[in-house]
């Protein structure tokens, strides 16, 4: 058994799956300590981009320090002008007759263009001359706007901000290097992962879904192991009848698709009994199959050997046979079913959640509802919220592949012949 | 003096281990065998005699290399060969080889005959399929083989026949040398004397020019072969006819391996049963001396250091001891 | 002399014409008697399990179609309309004999949700589109993934260490988790394809090059992701089956008479196919549910979205129907493999000793 434990631990496959399994495992469970907020409080109203999100308002009531960054103001341009005013600029100077031939909407060339606007754009100008592609009011009102914006950024001109109403006002100054420290500001908030479609921070729901589904897969797959096990030992070592029987039953939950069943039976529950246990048990009840036909194509061939001959002569009972004489052979193949189990448990409740038939819950989030929010609320259709959706893929995959690595390294251990 | 038709010369073939040990499972090992004549290689399991068989092949895979050594069959020297050529003009031809368990020697989808027609092929004999049929079908005639069998799957035959086909199939190209490693192991009784019966008979016949005969069934050897050879731990222990070996042992290993055998043969059955204690030395690192002092009960402490070489004591009789003959069989009568 | 070996005319061979023999019949008989068990018992259950779930349909669909205004009497009336409609005022048996008379005529009865559609109005179309994707995705998958897993049992190199793990990740991928991503990255980004339905909406279904290639450019999203899923997985099992063939007796056997590598590659390729035949029967389960699921990311009209928005409403005569459909079609469909197997399988054919 240690000799066993040790070239399990030795073999890379399964120590690389097992790593990274073990990292997901104890994110989900050190991760609660750091984060304290509840996963399912909104924080906003639809995505948000992935970013750290400072309260102007508290920013404004923050001490403020003093900070000159060489290139402030230049920035400054680039953010208030974003790449579809600059063509816009291009183009009203090109429709003026100026030679634009050296500009574009780059930030080198941010500097020769503001040249060329300040030198050629005069609004009363383009009331005058209504110049091909902008003579409409609409489009001069967005000139102006452009040229309001350029002359805001101006590092000399301040800000005022005003509290209060009436006589208790107060006014306050903000100027351009004025910066605050953003630790010091009483409200901001980093989110790693944006938020999903109900403005849940997605990072701290992605963990904690990531728990739930692990938990999931962890029943259905224990069930479906104890339900494997059971009908193969008793398939194999009964036969007979029994056999058939129980093969039988087995084909049928073979050839009609799991997931087929799965949304009958999940359907024939009802409304109310969808919570996260259930789906485990129903998903740990479809899909015993295959771990009971493996236990039965080994308990078969077990089944004549010597050693259990020998303790049926000699009047064992048939608890104490199975216990001892063949359980301990299959104990390896009842390892590795367990893991493929949890693997494909996770995978059915991700693909139930996705139709809509997972649990049916407000409390939890799984990592199928993850997806099927994202799927409800156009994550990957109208909004390009790739935060929504790709982590839960990408933590889905992560989970199965470290399990079926496992299993891999597992399989070589035992089954030498498999090795490199 | 007859035609030596297969001569070894200190041949000597290493095992690559994984972690790139090398193993010397065949070492310095020289024979020779006269046309007609066969011969029995006995030993315990790992003692080399199944890697010589594959050895004397000619054609080696990883992890079984060549090291050196001459392999000459009927004058032809075929060690150190092109693979390929290896393949076209020896294989099957020259020298054949039947495995162990040869009940799962064919590809169990493929029927006996196309199967025999992707032997001939293989070895670029213009040959037509009739013409590799006519000539299948009178092999099996030959041999006491039901024709139909060319037409069955080798999972449709029981195990014997199977054994026997897999047989015919080796030697179809009437190869020189036959070498079976275990070819009765696992059949029952009856079986068993079919094979060996029809192995004598290609010998006989001449299908085949001479024989080698692996196997742990000592006793069995001696119904079989005209000479035995003992191999311990890579090397060649004792050679003599069958009857002195089985009756007249020279080596401490082979009078061993003859005493711990139940055998209901005349003239053994007032003998002894004793097991020999202990196991082979590990042929990674071998140990200096005699390979056979750890367990020989007449070793003295000079067997641990000088090796000794195999000696010919005239007649075809050969052992590897450092002690003289007659102080042997000495201690041999004091036992009986 | 000549031994006489069994000959029982185990080989019709010797007989006649057909290619089947005792044997053959033997496992075809028994193969088309579990198809029928299996087929009765899907169809009991598929009817069986939605009826047993709580809460009335009937209800439901009177509340949203009665006016506010009526009566106590008129209430009643519609209920027993409804109810009778849907055959719900017969017992279970009644109900039962309907549900197969429904099945054997293709009718199905009415949608719930949908009334007054019929249910095999909804679902009809989307059964071709379903086989039309599924069938060469699956099948093309599942070769190239044989292909591949070969492949790297062959050439045991580097190759293969690496390619390995990366397999087995893209098998690790959920079916929708693949779709959703080439959705985004082809259809959304790069708008190299479109992004849902069979074909250009507002189009009318004919023969015209318009309307096919139409259909080709919205194929290729559903069909590839589909794809790439089957890949990993038989790959991975291919691999395995090779290795384990490749060390088999009769390679060594084979080689030591003289026969080329590239022949015995042959065989032992053809060998380990034939249980990879058999685990597609067997997963062929699974992978239809992934594929349907992948075709509700793309919104393809078959059956996937037919069960999908039936699932949303609550929309049970679908549902049923739907599942029925999938359940026969995947029988089907294992049932063919099954028989196929028989033909390419030799030990089929003398495994069965009278």
């Given at each position: 058994?240690?000799?066993?434990?040790?070239?399990?631990?030795?073999?890379?496959?399964?120590?690389?799956?097992?790593?990274?399994?073990?990292?997901?495992?104890?994110?989900?469970?050190?991760?609660?300590?750091?984060?304290?907020?509840?996963?399912?409080?909104?924080?906003?109203?639809?995505?948000?981009?992935?970013?750290?999100?400072?309260?102007?308002?508290?920013?404004?009531?923050?001490?403020?320090?003093?900070?000159?960054?060489?290139?402030?103001?230049?920035?400054?341009?680039?953010?208030?002008?974003?790449?579809?005013?600059?063509?816009?600029?291009?183009?009203?100077?090109?429709?003026?007759?100026?030679?634009?031939?050296?500009?574009?909407?780059?930030?080198?060339?941010?500097?020769?263009?503001?040249?060329?606007?300040?030198?050629?754009?005069?609004?009363?100008?383009?009331?005058?001359?209504?110049?091909?592609?902008?003579?409409?009011?609409?489009?001069?009102?967005?000139?102006?706007?452009?040229?309001?914006?350029?002359k805001g950024s101006n590092n000399?001109?301040?800000?005022?901000?005003?509290?209060?109403?009436?006589?208790?006002?107060?006014?306050?100054?903000?100027?351009?290097?004025?910066?605050?420290?953003?630790?010091?500001?009483?409200?901001?908030?980093?989110?790693?992962?944006?938020?999903?479609?109900?403005?849940?921070?997605?990072?701290?729901?992605?963990?904690?879904?990531?728990?739930?589904?692990?938990?999931?897969?962890?029943?259905?797959?224990?069930?479906?192991?104890?339900?494997?096990?059971?009908?193969?030992?008793?398939?194999?070592?009964?036969?007979?009848?029994?056999?058939?029987?129980?093969?039988?039953?087995?084909?049928?939950?073979?050839?009609?698709?799991?997931?087929?069943?799965?949304?009958?039976?999940?359907?024939?529950?009802?409304?109310?009994?969808?919570?996260?246990?259930?789906c485990a048990i129903v998903i740990g009840v479809t899909s015993w199959v295959w771990t009971a036909r493996s236990v039965r194509s080994q308990v078969i061939s077990l089944r004549n050997r010597d050693h259990v001959n020998l303790s049926k002569l000699s009047g064992h009972s048939l608890f104490r046979i199975v216990t001892t004489d063949i359980l301990p052979y299959i104990a390896s193949y009842v390892?590795?079913?367990?893991?493929?189990?949890?693997?494909?448990?996770?995978?059915?409740?991700?693909?139930?959640?996705?139709?809509?038939?997972?649990?049916?819950?407000?409390?939890?989030?799984?990592?199928?509802?993850?997806?099927?929010?994202?799927?409800?609320?156009?994550?990957?259709?109208s909004s390009n919220a790739w935060w929504a959706y790709f982590p839960v893929i990408l933590v889905i995959a992560l989970t199965s592949f470290s399990l079926n690595l496992m299993n891999t390294g597992l399989d070589q251990v035992f089954n030498p012949t498999l090795r490199d | 003096m007859a035609k030596k038709i297969l001569e070894v010369h200190e041949l000597?073939?290493?095992?690559?281990?994984?972690?790139?040990?090398?193993?010397?499972?065949?070492?310095?090992?020289?024979?020779?065998?006269?046309?007609?004549?066969?011969?029995?290689?006995?030993?315990?399991?790992?003692?080399?005699?199944?890697?010589?068989?594959?050895?004397?092949?000619?054609?080696?895979?990883a992890p079984l290399h060549y090291t050196s050594g001459e392999i000459i069959i009927d004058g032809k020297n075929i060690s150190g060969m092109d693979p390929d050529v290896v393949r076209k003009t020896v294989l099957g031809t020259e020298v054949a080889y039947i495995p162990q368990a040869a009940m799962n020697a064919m590809n169990p989808t493929r029927k006996v005959g196309k199967f025999i027609e992707d032997v001939i092929f293989a070895h670029e004999l213009k040959m037509t399929k009739e013409e590799i049929r006519e000539m299948a079908e009178q092999r099996f005639a030959k041999l006491g083989l039901p024709v139909d069998a060319l037409d069955k799957y080798s999972v449709?035959?029981?195990?014997?026949?199977?054994?026997?086909?897999?047989?015919?199939?080796?030697?179809?190209?009437?190869?020189?040398?036959?070498?079976?490693?275990?070819?009765?192991?696992?059949?029952?009784?009856?079986?068993?004397?079919?094979?060996?019966?029809?192995?004598?008979?290609?010998?006989?016949?001449?299908?085949?020019?001479?024989?080698?005969?692996?196997?742990?069934?000592?006793?069995?050897?001696?119904?079989?072969?005209?000479?035995?050879?003992?191999?311990?731990?890579?090397?060649?222990?004792?050679?003599?006819?069958?009857?002195?070996?089985?009756?007249?042992?020279?080596?401490?290993?082979?009078?061993?391996?003859?005493?711990?055998?139940?055998?209901?043969?005349?003239?053994?059955?007032?003998?002894?049963?004793t097991a020999i204690p202990g196991t082979p030395p590990n042929l990674k690192h071998p140990p200096a001396g005699c390979r056979f002092a750890d367990r020989c009960r007449y070793a003295n402490p000079s067997c641990k250091v000088i090796t000794p070489p195999l000696l010919d004591i005239g007649g075809g009789r050969t052992y590897r001891c450092s002690l003289p003959v007659e102080q042997l069989k000495e201690v041999y009568a004091s036992e009986d | 002399m000549i031994l006489p070996e069994a000959g029982h005319g185990?080989?019709?061979?010797?007989?006649?014409?057909?290619?089947?023999?005792?044997?053959?019949?033997?496992?075809?008989?028994?193969?088309?008697?579990?198809?029928?068990?299996?087929?009765?018992?899907?169809?009991?259950?598929?009817?069986?399990?939605?009826?047993?779930?709580?809460?009335?349909?009937?209800?439901?669909?009177?509340?949203?179609?009665?006016?506010?205004?009526?009566?106590?009497?008129?209430?009643?009336?519609?209920?027993?309309?409804?109810?009778?409609?849907?055959?719900?005022?017969?017992?279970?048996?009644?109900q039962f004999w309907d549900f197969i008379k429904n099945v054997f005529n293709g009718t199905f009865g009415v949608s719930y949700s949908q009334y007054p559609r019929t249910v095999a109005d909804i679902i009809g179309g989307g059964i071709w589109w379903t086989i039309a994707l599924q069938l060469p995705a699956i099948l093309v998958g599942w070769l190239l993934g044989n292909l591949l897993g070969a492949l790297a049992a062959y050439k045991r190199s580097f190759y293969d260490k690496a390619l390995m793990p990366v397999s087995l990740f893209f098998s690790a991928i959920p079916a929708f988790g693949a779709a959703v991503i080439l959705l985004v990255v082809f259809a959304v980004n790069l708008k190299w394809a479109p992004v849902n339905g069979a074909y250009t909406t507002g189009m009318i279904p004919s023969f015209s090059?318009?309307?096919?290639?139409?259909?080709?450019?919205h194929y290729q999203l559903p069909f590839w992701s589909i794809v790439i899923i089957s890949i990993g997985g038989q790959a991975v099992g291919m691999r395995s089956m090779s290795i384990y063939e490749l060390n088999a007796d009769y390679v060594k056997y084979a080689r030591f008479l003289g026969i080329k590598d590239k022949k015995i590659v042959r065989y032992v390729f053809r060998n380990a196919m034939l249980p990879q035949v058999t685990g597609l029967a067997m997963s062929i389960g699974a992978m239809v549910g992934g594929a349907l699921v992948a075709e509700t990311i793309?919104?393809?009209?078959?059956?996937?979205?037919?069960?999908?928005?039936?699932?949303?409403?609550?929309?049970?005569?679908?549902?049923?129907a739907t599942t029925l459909i999938i359940t026969i079609m995947v029988l089907l469909a294992s049932f063919l493999l099954d028989i196929i197997y028989a033909f390419i399988d030799p030990r089929v054919k003398a495994a069965q000793f009278d």
């Open positions: 058994m240690k000799n066993t434990l040790r070239n399990v631990f030795h073999s890379p496959r399964f120590l690389v799956g097992f790593i990274i399994f073990m990292v997901m495992v104890l994110t989900v469970l050190i991760y609660p300590w750091f984060v304290r907020r509840d996963p399912l409080v909104s924080l906003g109203k639809g995505f948000l981009e992935p970013g750290t999100y400072v309260s102007v308002y508290d920013a404004n009531n923050t001490g403020t320090y003093r900070v000159e960054l060489p290139e402030a103001a230049e920035k400054r341009l680039e953010a208030t002008l974003p790449t579809e005013d600059r063509q816009t600029m291009i183009d009203y100077l090109k429709a003026m007759g100026v030679d634009v031939s050296g500009l574009d909407t780059s930030n080198e060339k941010m500097e020769d263009l503001l040249a060329a606007w300040n030198a050629n754009y005069d609004e009363a100008d383009a009331k005058k001359n209504k110049y091909e592609g902008f003579a409409t009011q609409a489009k001069r009102n967005a000139l102006r706007r452009i040229d309001n914006k350029i000399d001109v301040a800000m005022s901000v005003v509290r209060g109403e009436g006589d208790d006002a107060t006014v306050t100054t903000v100027e351009g290097s004025d910066y605050v420290k953003v630790n010091e500001v009483a409200n901001s908030v980093t989110l790693p992962l944006g938020t999903d479609n109900f403005g849940r921070d997605t990072l701290t729901e992605l963990v904690k879904a990531t728990g739930v589904s692990l938990i999931i897969g962890l029943i259905a797959g224990t069930i479906a192991t104890l339900l494997g096990l059971l009908v193969g030992l008793l398939a194999g070592y009964l036969g007979g009848i029994v056999d058939d029987i129980l093969m039988f039953i087995a084909n049928i939950f073979t050839v009609i698709p799991g997931f087929v069943l799965l949304i009958l039976i999940y359907y024939s529950v009802g409304q109310e009994a969808r919570g996260v246990t259930t390892v590795m079913a367990f893991i493929l189990q949890v693997s494909s448990g996770i995978l059915a409740e991700a693909q139930l959640s996705l139709l809509g038939l997972g649990p049916k819950t407000t409390d939890v989030p799984t990592l199928g509802l993850m997806m099927n929010w994202a799927k409800l609320f156009g994550a990957y259709t | 000597t073939t290493k095992y690559i281990t994984r972690q790139g040990e090398d193993v010397y499972s065949v070492d310095h090992v020289s024979l020779d065998i006269e046309e007609g004549k066969s011969l029995g290689i006995a030993g315990e399991s790992g003692c080399g005699k199944s890697t010589l068989a594959l050895s004397l092949m000619g054609y080696y895979f449709e035959l029981s195990g014997g026949m199977r054994q026997r086909v897999v047989i015919a199939i080796s030697t179809i190209l009437s190869p020189k040398v036959l070498i079976a490693d275990e070819p009765s192991s696992a059949l029952d009784v009856t079986s068993q004397k079919m094979v060996i019966k029809m192995m004598k008979d290609m010998l006989n016949t001449g299908m085949v020019k001479s024989m080698i005969f692996i196997t742990h069934e000592l006793p069995l050897l001696y119904n079989v072969t005209d000479d035995i050879m003992v191999m311990y731990a890579g090397q060649i222990v004792e050679r003599g006819t069958a009857h002195e070996m089985v009756f007249d042992p020279i080596h401490p290993y082979s009078r061993g391996l003859m005493r711990s055998i139940l055998v209901p043969e005349e003239g053994t059955r007032d003998v002894k049963l | 185990r080989f019709s061979v010797e007989r006649g014409h057909s290619t089947m023999t005792k044997g053959m019949r033997k496992y075809f008989k028994k193969k088309i008697f579990w198809f029928v068990i299996t087929l009765i018992a899907a169809v009991i259950l598929n009817f069986i399990l939605p009826r047993l779930m709580p809460g009335d349909p009937v209800n439901a669909i009177v509340g949203k179609n009665i006016s506010p205004n009526a009566t106590q009497e008129q209430i009643q009336e519609q209920i027993a309309f409804y109810k009778h409609q849907f055959g719900l005022d017969k017992d279970l048996f009644g090059w318009n309307f096919i290639s139409s259909v080709i450019a793309f919104s393809y009209p078959g059956l996937g979205m037919s069960m999908y928005n039936a699932i949303t409403t609550s929309d049970y005569p679908v549902i049923s």
